[in-house]
C-alpha cells in the first residue's frame, strides 16, 4: 500500500459528460501529480501541485482541470468528455518537490467514455 | 522535451533466464533516470534510479541498471528472474532541474513462465 488513495477506482460516463476524480496524498505528502496512462499515448504527465499552488503543467488539456485543496488532496476535473479520454489516471505524492523526494503512486482511477 | 523509448514491450522468458530491458532516452542536458514496476493489480514502484555517480546502480528484488551517457541509455538488468517478477516496466526520465516531473516510456510487459 503506498498510502495514496484515489476515488473512484472505476468510472463510466458518456460523451459530452464532466467528471471528478480525487486524491487523497500519503500522510504528509506535500506535492501531488496527476498522470494519464492511455494505450495510444502511455504515461504521461498532466499537472503538479505543491501545497495547494500549481507548480508545472505538462500535455493538460484545455477541458482538463486541477486543483489542491487546504487539507492537501487533490481533484482532477475532465470536462465535455470525449472517447479518446477513456484512460488511467494516476495520481502521485511526494514530500517535495525535488528529485531526492520519491514519487508514490495511487492505484488509478479507469474512466471508460461511451 | 525529452523522450523515452522502450523498444520491447512484450517479454516472455522462463524462470532463471537472464533479463535486460531497453530504455534509451533523448535529451540533451543533465537527466535523472528511474525505472518503475507495476505488479499485476497494483501501484507503480520504484525500483531503482540515478541521479550522478557510479553509473551502476543496484535496486530492490536483485535489480540492477546502467547508465551509458554516449548511448543515451538505462538499461535494466537481473541476472535470473523469478515468476513473482511477471509485472510491467517502465523507464522515465527528468531534466535535471525537473525533479519529479517524470517522462515516461511506453513500458516492456515482462511474463516469465514457471
Known amino acids: 500500500d503506498s498510502g495514496v488513495t484515489q476515488t473512484p477506482k472505476h468510472l463510466i460516463t458518456a460523451t459530452g459528460q464532466r467528471v471528478t476524480l480525487r486524491c487523497s496524498p500519503r500522510s504528509g505528502d506535500l506535492s501531488v501529480y496527476w498522470y494519464q496512462q492511455s494505450l495510444d499515448q502511455g504515461l504521461q504527465f498532466l499537472i503538479q501541485?505543491?501545497?495547494?499552488?500549481?507548480?508545472a503543467k505538462g500535455n493538460i488539456l484545455e477541458r482538463f482541470s486541477a486543483q489542491q485543496f487546504p487539507d492537501l488532496h487533490s481533484e482532477l476535473n475532465l470536462s465535455s468528455l470525449e472517447l479518446g479520454d477513456s484512460a488511467l489516471y494516476f495520481c502521485?505524492?511526494?514530500?517535495?518537490?525535488?528529485?531526492?523526494?520519491?514519487?508514490?503512486f495511487g492505484n488509478g482511477t479507469r474512466l471508460t467514455v461511451t | 522535451a525529452q523522450s523515452v523509448s522502450q523498444h520491447n514491450h512484450h517479454v516472455i522468458l522462463s524462470e532463471a533466464a537472464s533479463l535486460e530491458l531497453g530504455c534509451n532516452y533523448s535529451y540533451g542536458g543533465t537527466v535523472n533516470l528511474f525505472w518503475y514496476v507495476q505488479y499485476p493489480g497494483q501501484h507503480l514502484q520504484l525500483l531503482l534510479k540515478y541521479f550522478s555517480g557510479d553509473p551502476l546502480v543496484k535496486g530492490i528484488k536483485g535489480f540492477e541498471a546502467e547508465f551509458i551517457k554516449s548511448k543515451f541509455s538505462f538499461n535494466l538488468r537481473k541476472p535470473s528472474v523469478q515468476w513473482s517478477d511477471t509485472a510491467e516496466y517502465f523507464c522515465?526520465?527528468?531534466?535535471?532541474?525537473?525533479?519529479?516531473?517524470?517522462?515516461f516510456g511506453g513500458g516492456t510487459r515482462l511474463m516469465v513462465k514457471p
Open positions: 501541485y505543491y501545497n495547494g499552488e500549481e507548480r
Open positions: 502521485a505524492s511526494s514530500v517535495a518537490t525535488g528529485r531526492n523526494s520519491p514519487l508514490h
Open positions: 522515465a526520465v527528468s531534466a535535471g532541474n525537473a525533479g519529479n516531473m517524470l517522462t
